[in-house]
Nanobody
Framework: QVQLVESGGGLVQTGGSLRLSCATS????????MGWFRQAPGKEREFVAA????????VYADFVNGRFTASEDYAKSTVFLQMNGLKPEDTAVYYC????????????????WGQGTQVIVSS
């Protein structure tokens, strides 16, 4: 059974930072590409970031604009999304996902999804 468990969301002021975590397993990290997506109220889910294969560069949505960093700690079986310079428009439920395509920004490439963690950025 694939487990993806997000945590780290919360309420933060504009300009603040949060670090989201996605706990999974070594097997998932070895065999799947990992990505982050988000869904704001009334909007479709959108791509945020995807980790590339070892040694490669992660891929980010244009709106990230250098504010977010996706990373992996294999020893802890966890992927992270460090978010700095948060804006009210970043308010959304953030999801971790695992798929067979590494570095993909396309949601259907991801087979497994976590339950999401809520991020609220106040103005």
């Amino acid at each position: 059974q694939v487990q993806l468990v997000e945590s780290g969301g919360g309420l933060v002021q504009t300009g603040g930072s949060l670090r989201l975590s996605c706990a999974t397993s070594h097997a998932i990290l070895q065999n799947y590409g990992m990505g982050w997506f988000r869904q704001a109220p009334g909007k479709e889910r959108e791509f945020v970031a995807a980790l590339a294969r070892s040694g490669g560069a992660s891929v980010y949505a244009d709106f990230v604009n250098g504010r977010f960093t996706a990373s992996e700690d294999y020893a802890k079986s966890t992927v992270f999304l460090q978010m700095n310079g948060l804006k009210p428009e970043d308010t959304a439920v953030y999801y971790c996902a695992a798929g067979t395509a590494h570095g993909s920004s396309y949601g259907p490439d991801y087979n497994y999804w976590g339950q999401g963690t809520q991020v609220i950025v106040s103005s």
